[in-house]
């Protein structure tokens, strides 16, 4: 009887988790039914083609990262039941607007599945940087500067503008000299390369979202343009969620422990930043390459800045490496 007892209370929460699941998935397959119900009386379409497009970047890049649908499924279905929770009423709204939360519904899952996923592979996806990307980051960010028409007449965008021009000109330096790369000089570099992207990330989030829909484009030349811009953003959906905690995580919290905390946020900016010297060659053709690209399109205006600032990380480090292959110097990483 003893032994029986005993095997009971070793099963017992297994069968507790199971049912607890089952509970879950049941309910979350009724809230579905009910929403695709009040969708079709709403005629409101879920997912328009520029969701898609956003969805399949975040997912392309997902399993490039993990190399794992198994892994990507059980992210898909936890930010899935994390996303019905948009449809809750609010604590201080007096009207619940269901078609509201219907279009809120489709972002609020892929915010989750970028969080979720980025936390569950944070150490695969903090990204490896070193002076020649803190170098291109900069010049990019003084390119979005000129090319915003930054506002100059005010206190705070001239403390803004000078810390910008400080922080670029040691980047530079460092990247043009043999200057030590010290655990300090390594930590201010991550930091700010960290600003320039989740600020380039904002801006290019605030471009896309600009944007028409895909169907509501004229000629499929432009649809399939907005359907780009939304999967390079879809990409790098995760990354941004990454770096925003990289950031966060230097706020304190209520947890009491924010000297350990800070301590140990220092320590994950410097293990990420190479200690090794790049190329002095490669940084003079880095500058450039980016004085070339950024000003013809400064002037001839081809592409939003957003855009041509996302074709430059993608196409300066392929354009470094065939230069290297053709010269037979070491690459820039």
Not at 32 to 47: E, G, M, N, Q
Not at 224 to 230: E, V
Not at 250 to 262: A, T, V
Not at 266 to 287: D, M, T
Request: proline share 2%; glycine share 4%.
């Amino acid at each position: 009887m003893a032994n029986y007892l005993e095997i009971s209370k070793r099963k017992s929460p297994n069968f507790n988790i199971k049912t607890f699941v089952i509970i879950i998935g049941v309910i979350g397959l009724l809230l579905t039914v009910y929403i695709a119900y009040r969708a079709s009386i709403y005629d409101k379409k879920l997912f328009s083609g520029s969701i898609i497009a956003l969805f399949a970047g975040l997912l392309f890049e997902s399993f490039r990262v993990s190399k794992s649908w198994k892994t990507i499924i059980y992210v898909f279905i936890a930010a899935y039941f994390f996303s019905l929770l948009s449809f809750s009423p609010g604590k201080h709204v007096d009207t619940y607007s269901f078609d509201r939360k219907l279009e809120i519904w489709p972002y609020s899952f892929i915010v989750f599945f970028a969080f979720i996923f980025a936390y569950a592979h944070k150490d695969e996806m903090i990204a490896k940087l070193n002076e020649g990307i803190t170098l291109l980051l900069s010049i990019s960010l003084i390119y979005w500067i000129i090319d915003y028409s930054f506002n100059y007449q005010n206190w705070f965008s001239i403390i803004i503008l000078t810390l910008v021009i400080i922080f670029t000109a040691f980047s530079i330096i460092n990247a043009l000299t043999k200057i030590e790369l010290t655990r300090f000089v390594r930590l201010i570099l991550s930091i700010w390369s960290t600003l320039i992207m989740f600020a380039l990330a904002i801006d290019n989030i605030i471009k896309v979202f600009s944007n028409q829909d895909i169907e509501s484009a004229i000629f499929l030349s432009h649809g399939l343009y907005i359907g780009l811009q939304y999967f390079f953003l879809g990409i790098s959906a995760a990354y941004i969620i990454q770096n925003y905690m990289l950031l966060a995580a230097f706020l304190p919290d209520r947890n009491g422990n924010y000297k350990n905390d800070l301590k140990e946020i220092k320590i994950e900016h410097i293990k990420r930043y190479s200690n090794k010297q790049v190329n002095i060659g490669s940084s003079l053709l880095c500058i450039l390459y980016s004085l070339i690209i950024y000003g013809l399109n400064y002037k001839y205006q081809a592409l939003p800045r957003n855009t041509i600032i996302w074709f430059m990380f993608l196409t300066f480090p392929l354009f470094l490496q065939l230069t290297n292959i053709l010269i037979g110097r070491r690459n820039y990483s």
